[in-house]
């Protein structure tokens, strides 16, 4: 059996990262980081977002989840080199690409937390949204915005369809040949995604 150094029993799988001035999207299942396709989206489970306090820093992340959205714990007191709170509000939710891997998404930056609240806002008002389906979202656009002393970026986004949530144990499927454009429909079977 092989080894490698720097990884923990803990690991959780595939991640997504996100460069919020490039507006590019990755998700690491393992190796190197591989683009995601914003044009295919990629499934969020938005009714099951989760916060609390995380902290990222080089080789290190660490989640402290709170008991709901309306239910924060104490902030943890540790701070960083700089001397700056090492937590911040954060989240993590479930993610699926276009060939069916699931992914984690945490992120606790201002742009990616607003991004997550406005997804959500949207998301919750849909019929579909009630009936148990997830989003499959396209990012469109990161627009830098002033926020105190600093710049973030504000995430423009689309839903592009709702399909029914993938069961974790769902292998991944070969992308399908491609055939005759058919028309979309607004809501769609997990199958139409890719899984």
């Given at each position: 059996m092989p080894i490698s150094f720097g990884e923990s029993s803990d690991a959780s799988g595939a991640y997504i990262r996100v460069n919020l001035p490039q507006n590019r999207w990755t998700v690491n299942k393992g190796g190197d980081p591989e683009a995601i396709d914003m044009a295919k989206g990629i499934a969020i489970d938005i009714a099951n977002v989760k916060f609390g306090w995380l902290k990222i820093a080089v080789g290190t992340r660490d989640w402290q989840e709170w008991p709901s959205p309306s239910q924060a714990t104490q902030k943890p007191t540790e701070t960083d080199a700089e001397g700056k709170p090492a937590y911040k509000q954060g989240f993590d939710v479930d993610c699926w690409m276009s060939d069916g891997t699931k992914a984690q998404f945490s992120n606790n930056s201002y742009g990616t937390g607003q991004f997550i609240a406005k997804l959500y806002?949207?998301?919750?008002?849909?019929?579909?949204?009630?009936?148990?389906?997830?989003?499959?979202?396209?990012?469109?656009?990161?627009?830098?915005?002033?926020?105190?002393?600093?710049?973030?970026?504000?995430?423009?986004?689309?839903?592009?369809?709702?399909?029914?949530?993938?069961?974790?144990?769902?292998?991944?499927?070969?992308?399908?040949?491609?055939?005759?454009?058919?028309?979309?429909?607004?809501?769609?079977?997990?199958?139409d995604f890719g899984f």
């Open positions: 806002n949207q998301a919750e008002n849909a019929p579909e949204f009630a009936q148990g389906m997830v989003p499959v979202v396209s990012v469109t656009t990161s627009t830098p915005v002033v926020v105190g002393k600093g710049t973030s970026y504000d995430l423009g986004f689309t839903i592009a369809k709702w399909i029914a949530k993938p069961a974790d144990s769902t292998p991944p499927k070969p992308e399908p040949v491609p055939t005759a454009a058919a028309p979309v429909a607004s809501v769609v079977d997990a199958d």
